[in-house]
């Protein structure tokens, strides 16, 4: 059944006439989390769908660039999951859960070789093994990667892979509601086919989310249009908790010039090959900053340091910071960075093997996101799981470089995985009219609006507001400020009218991404409010230390009759024989290397 | 720099349609795909245009730019200064919207093709020199410009006879990977169509990422099929393929 001419007007909505599936499982997003996650919960026999806002394989997934992190241990055999694990907390400024990175450590070489089972073909290593690279801030080298297309290579093998499998795809569709039954257990969802705006039901007895991050919120950003955090959005409207959701990262390299290009993203690769950076007076910063690891610093602390150094007049024309990785021959150049070389030279006029070029931060990744258990990835709401970006845990207060790939693959696995055990444990659920009647009516609201706010516009001051007051830099005064704008935006937001039929309709489509963010935008200033210090990302000029007793806290949202309810939770302390891997300042494996060099120098 | 800039972009449905002119004022290293975001957000917002990354990574935003098959996201404005810059959609498929064309049958192509399957579990042991030549098609963005281009889909409208260049990479990238198990020869020349390539090479001159699909993939292919059919040994084996398309909704991929 659907409707046969999806219409603007409500009247001729009939809710018997719109299209409904069900599914045992059905998972929201076909980036790397999603995609796994399907592969997952489709072992067996159960009724699996993925929904996506795009088509398949062209998720910010294939964004990626340098790589997966994973201590296999290729070209540095003293590396092990130990150290990935301290390398991950210590990164994350202890606010990570650490079962969560105990998990992601152990697992995670498992779940790259497994994309080699199925038809990745990473970089070799001349003994014939997975190349692996450094990056910043990880003790060895351990970025598996193909060039640097990483992203790519995974996602069209997870995707390959998923359409051999026994799931249904459904490609541009845009989720817009999740569906609960009486007992407020996930019952199902809401949503309309883009290509021509029919609606579209969903019963599902689990759902696992997996949509990614909200970079899409600050107006220098690497991340897509679909970066819009509806997945936290729509779980956090039914219940569901956030944890950390200030947790915001700023990747020191972005594209700065020419203005079309500002923010998309200089992987972290050009580093890890050996590129340098400097400022103005041709000063190598990072020696100042960090003089044990230099550029490969990690992402906040590189991030923090070009900003003081365009505050303190040593900034590049455009803002940031050169960078430089014509020192290496251009052969070597153009192998290791293909993307890279080509994305100057077609989009800047640059040769990045004869000449350093201008980077500034920009907005790359967000750390926070739903709050879930380390060991199913099960939210607060019977029935709804999240992987991904969406989720939080791993990260902390930075991310290191290379894990999210990682981190998609070992916990969409596991979503997908728990999302099918319970699926199979409950019958199917009972939907209820209601709240699918409230949702067609809300989503056609916009159409009846003839001369309300326009939606394009109103994404560029929301970018506006988070970039001046919640950025980089914050402090109390600002976050107040921002909550302030953004306070009046939402009022103004109500009001959004969009022109035209409901057919491919991008003015629409920015309807419900502009809703996502603005509530999204408020919960990362609240929890930027509430965590009085800086750690990480989370750079509060009124409180410039780290402070120990702020160590011991997750900031988690949740969202009660219209309002954000911020509350400090205590992070799972670590069991003692993780806890010890920490009274070095070394890591693990770092200490063993020593010792076997020291070994073999004894012997020799 | 104040240039202004005419585009004249497609507008329309299966039901009709004709190119609107837009004025865009050009700005330093300006796309297309800027101009047409401009466009949206000034005067028309329900412009339809596909596009994700914006950085030549997702082979969403493929169409043609004064006729030639492009990535939107990759296409500098100031290279048409002094002409009218006319967008339109993939010819090959299609029509949903405006600039939006539907190209699903390239993954119902995708379902059909037998799945690498190695002989062992990895790790696998492969030196560089040896996966050189997969990881050229591994450079896929899936922006399916080769398949716009190909006059075999384009002219001939055999989008189920002919899975096209891009299936042709993705065929050799499973075909030639050092560990992979399969044969998919018979299965290349009855379902995916290989014999109606006539290697006119106009899908390589279009391709964002340089892939020489004639004679990196499509050529050895077509040795590979050659072979096949040369060796009488070989033929006995030789079995029927299913051969099937279905119709479905076209955003839709079911199992
Ligand atoms: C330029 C760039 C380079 C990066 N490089 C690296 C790297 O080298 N290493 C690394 O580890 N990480 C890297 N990252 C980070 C990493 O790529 C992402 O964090 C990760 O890919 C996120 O994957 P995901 O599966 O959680 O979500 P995504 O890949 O973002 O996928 C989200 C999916 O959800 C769907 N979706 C969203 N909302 C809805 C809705 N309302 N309805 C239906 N569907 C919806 C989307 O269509 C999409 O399919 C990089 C990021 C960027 C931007
Ligand atoms: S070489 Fe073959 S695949 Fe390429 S355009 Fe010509 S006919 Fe099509
Ligand atoms: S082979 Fe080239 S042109 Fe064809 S889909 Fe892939 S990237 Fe695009
Ligand atoms: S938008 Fe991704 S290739 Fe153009």
């Known amino acids: ?322 960078l430089d990785i014509s020192h290496l021959p251009a052969n070597v150049v153009k192998a290791k960075l293909p993307g890279m070389y080509e994305q100057f030279l077609s989009l800047a006029d640059v040769d990045i093997t004869r000449e350093a070029f201008e980077v500034a931060p920009t907005t790359h990744y967000v750390m926070g996101g739903i709050r879930v258990d380390p060991e199913t990835e099960a939210t607060n709401v019977p029935g709804l799981y999240a992987a991904g970006e969406v989720a939080c845990g791993l990260h902390g207060a930075n991310r290191l470089g290379g894990n999210s790939l990682g981190d998609i693959l070992v916990f969409g696995r596991r979503a997908g995985m728990a999302a099918l055990a319970y699926a199979q444990s409950v019958d199917y659920p009972t939907l209820i009219p209601a709240q699918i009647e409230e949702e067609v009516r ?35 005064e600002s976050l107040a400020a921002g909550l302030e704008h953004l306070e009046l935006l939402r009022l103004r937001a109500e009001r959004m009218a969009v022109h035209g039929s409901r057919a491919y309709n991008p003015g629409w489509h920015t309807v419900f991404d502009v809703e996502s963010l603005i509530l999204l935008g408020e919960a990362v200033i609240r929890g930027a409010l509430a965590r009085k210090e800086s750690r990480g990302a989370q750079w509060r000029t009124d409180y410039p230390e780290e402070l120990p007793e702020m160590g011991k806290v997750n900031f988690v949202q949740t969202w009660a009759d219209g309002h954000v309810v911020v509350r400090e939770e205590p992070v799972e302390p670590m069991p003692e024989h993780l806890a010890k891997l920490f009274e070095s300042d070394q890591a693990p494996g770092v200490v063993r290397q020593a010792a076997r060099k020291a070994n073999q120098g004894g012997g020799s | 720099m104040s240039e202004e800039m005419v585009l004249s972009v497609f507008r329309g449905d299966q039901t009709g349609g004709r190119e609107e002119e837009f004025h865009v004022p050009l700005e330093t290293g300006m796309v297309v795909l800027d101009a047409l975001h401009y466009i949206q957000a000034e005067h028309a917002p329900d412009l339809a245009v596909r596009w994700n990354c914006k950085a030549a990574h997702c082979g969403s935003c493929s169409a043609e730019i004064n006729g030639r098959p492009k990535l939107l996201c990759k296409t500098r404005l100031d290279q048409y200064v002094g002409q009218v810059v006319h967008v339109r959609p993939m010819h090959a498929f299609p029509l949903i919207k405006d600039l939006v064309t539907d190209v699903s049958s390239n993954y119902r192509a995708a379902k059909q093709i037998p799945a690498f399957s190695p002989r062992t579990p990895a790790p696998f042991t492969m030196y560089q020199r040896d996966v050189d030549r997969v990881q050229e098609f591994h450079q896929c963005i899936e922006c399916f410009l080769c398949q716009d281009t190909c006059h075999v889909l384009r002219n001939h409208n055999a989008r189920d006879r002919y899975f096209g260049p891009r299936m042709m990479a993705k065929i050799a990238e499973w075909e030639m990977h050092p560990m992979d198990t399969q044969d998919r020869r018979e299965f290349l020349k009855d379902v995916a169509g290989l014999p109606m390539c006539n290697v006119t090479r106009c899908c390589v001159e279009v391709c964002p990422e340089h892939i020489v699909i004639t004679d990196n993939a499509i050529i050895p292919l077509k040795e590979r099929v050659a072979d096949l059919y040369w060796d009488p040994i070989r033929a006995i084996f030789r079995r029927f393929q299913r051969s099937s398309t279905s119709s479905q909704p076209s955003s839709t991929i079911t199992s």
């Open chain 1, 1 to 322: 059944m659907s409707e046969n001419k999806p219409s603007a007007s409500l009247s001729a909505v009939n809710l018997d006439t719109i299209e409904t599936h069900e599914y045992d499982v059905v998972v929201v997003g076909a980036g790397g989390a999603g995609l796994r996650a399907a592969i997952a919960a489709s072992e067996g026999t159960a009724r699996v769908a993925v929904i996506s806002k795009s088509l398949l394989g062209k998720a910010h997934t294939v964004m990626a660039e340098g790589g997966v992190a994973a201590s296999l241990g290729n070209v540095d055999s003293d590396d092990s999951w130990d150290t990935h694990f301290y390398d991950t907390m210590k990164s994350g400024h202890f606010i990570n859960q650490y079962r969560t990175a105990e998990i992601f450590a152990k697992e995670v070489p498992d779940r790259v070789l497994e994309l080699e089972t199925w038809g990745a073909v990473f970089d070799r290593t001349p003994a014939g093994k997975i190349m692996q690279r450094p990056f910043g801030a990880h003790s060895f080298r351990r970025l598996a990667h193909i060039g640097d297309r990483t992203g790519k290579e995974l996602i069209r093998t997870l995707q390959y892979k998923v359409i051999h499998q026994n799931v249904d795809i459904f490609q541009e569709v845009t989720t817009t509601r999740l569906l609960t039954d009486e007992a407020g257990r996930i019952a199902g969802l809401f949503g309309y086919y883009r290509e021509d705006g029919h609606f579209v039901v969903f019963r599902a007895k689990a759902i696992v989310l997996a949509t990614g991050g909200f970079g899409k919120a600050y107006k220098v950003t690497s991340n897509s249009w679909e970066s819009t955090g509806d997945g936290a959005a729509l779980a956090f409207r039914i219940g569901a908790e956030l944890m950390d959701i200030e947790m915001v990262q700023f990747h020191p390299t972005g594209m700065v010039w020419p203005p079309g290009v500002r923010g998309l993203l200089v992987t972290e690769g050009v580093r890890g090959e050996g590129g340098l950076l400097y400022n103005s007076k041709h000063e190598r910063f990072m020696l100042r900053y960090d003089p044990v690891q230099q550029e490969l610093s990690s992402r906040d602390v590189v991030a923090r340091s070009i900003f003081k150094e365009n505050q303190a007049e040593r900034g590049t024309p455009h803002g940031g910071a050169w």
């Open chain 1, 442 to 476: 809300r989503v056609l609201a916009p159409f009846s609006r003839p001369d309300g706010e326009r939606p394009y516009h109103m994404m560029s001051e929301l970018q506006e507001i988070m970039t001046t007051y919640a950025g980089i830099v914050r402090s109390g």
